[in-house]
């Protein structure tokens, strides 16, 4: 059987999924709270190395919250794809950055499912 290939603009997805844009907000929320937080007992700190601490659990803290948040969505997104692909009978899926020439491009009918 011959391959099918599809491909799909995964940042033309994530702009036009609610779920993502609702997910950002909260992200931007928790890291401007996290780093107000982080920013007055770092300026009480006079310790370099607590102070390096402070940053690092920062960021730490940052990506956990970003990975709890997205990691449903981005599996929702994945699912939506297969969906899709399987549908149009696409056997191959790659991200469109990896397409020079030619594929199926599924990314309207990705962004359309995600909406239902």
Known sequence: AEEKVGFVDEMAVLQQFPKFKQAQQQIDAIGKKKSEAAKAAFDKETDEKKKANIVQTLQLEMREEEAKLMNPILKEINETIAK????????????????????????NDVVTALKR
């Open 84 to 107: 899709v692909a399987k549908t149009k009978g696409i056997t191959i899926v790659l991200n469109k950055g990896l397409v020079y020439y030619g594929g199926i491009d599924i990314t």
